[in-house]
């Protein structure tokens, strides 16, 4: 149950959601068999991310709310911060925006309550994303978040996170006419990277730097050979 629930989102992050889903269903199952709730609940909020990840935001939050219930009976706080987010995401996707923010709010208490700040740059990457989905999009709340996720993520050196706030804040950018300073933000930080051009995060980054590339040649380039482990 352990190996299940700690590869799952590696799954999830590297695309590989059928590997993700089965997964959750092979853990909830060991888990009922066990009558551990604890793992069932980190099956659960697998599954969650993969019916939205797949077009089932609706289903998503019911079985999020499901594993979060399930994992508040336990008595766990661990990862409260990125189950709230996600389901925040999710509420997000279904226009339930009192709801998003709520579940933000309830993530960033519990960063400040637990000291667990290992997903704070992606929870503030999420909001801004909402900030900009709301019926009124805030594109200056929006970057505000975005820029608290890069400086989160550059404290924590931690380059896929790193790598996703600053696609979100550099297609703001680029959606606000700034092509050249959106390029010059996320071209360094795809160029760090030596593997897992696979994924999903750096499949994206590719193509925005492809898509908002001056006339002249890439400031950037993709090693010859990909290699096809997940990005660090």
């Known amino acids: ?12 992050y590297c695309g590989k959601y059928e590997a993700l889903n089965a997964q959750a269903k092979e853990l909830v199952n060991l888990a009922d068999e066990k009558g551990a709730v ?3 609940a980190a099956g659960m909020w697998a599954q969650g991310l993969f019916l939205h990840q797949t077009g089932s935001a609706s289903e998503a939050v019911q079985k999020f709310n499901s594993g979060l219930a399930a994992w ?3 008595g766990a706080n661990l990862f409260r911060p990125t189950q709230l987010s996600w389901l925040a995401a999710a509420h997000a996707e279904l226009g339930q925006f009192n709801d998003a923010w709520r579940c933000l709010g309830d993530a960033t208490t519990e960063i400040e309550t637990t000291k667990e700040r290992w997903y704070e740059a992606e929870i503030n990457r999420i909001a801004g994303e909402v900030a900009l989905r709301s019926p009124e999009p805030d594109a200056t709340r929006a970057t505000a978040y975005f ?13 896929s996170w790193e790598l ?18 959106a390029r010059d933000l996320l071209a360094p ?3 760090w990277f030596t ?9 994206e980054a590719r193509r925005c730097l492809t898509s908002w590339a001056p006339d002249e040649q890439l400031s950037f380039a993709v090693p010859t050979t990909l290699r096809t482990s997940a990005a660090g």
């Open 1 to 12: 149950m352990f190996a299940l629930a700690w590869t799952n989102p590696t799954q999830y």
């Open 38 to 40: 604890y793992w069932r």
């Open 72 to 74: 508040r009976s336990t």
């Open 147 to 159: 820029e608290r996720a890069l400086a989160v993520a550059r404290a924590q050196q931690a380059k």
């Open 164 to 181: 996703r706030a600053a696609m979100s804040l550099a297609r703001l950018w680029r959606s606000q006419g700034m092509r050249d300073e």
């Open 189 to 191: 930080i795809y160029d």
């Open 195 to 203: 593997e897992g051009f696979d994924t999903p995060d750096l499949k």
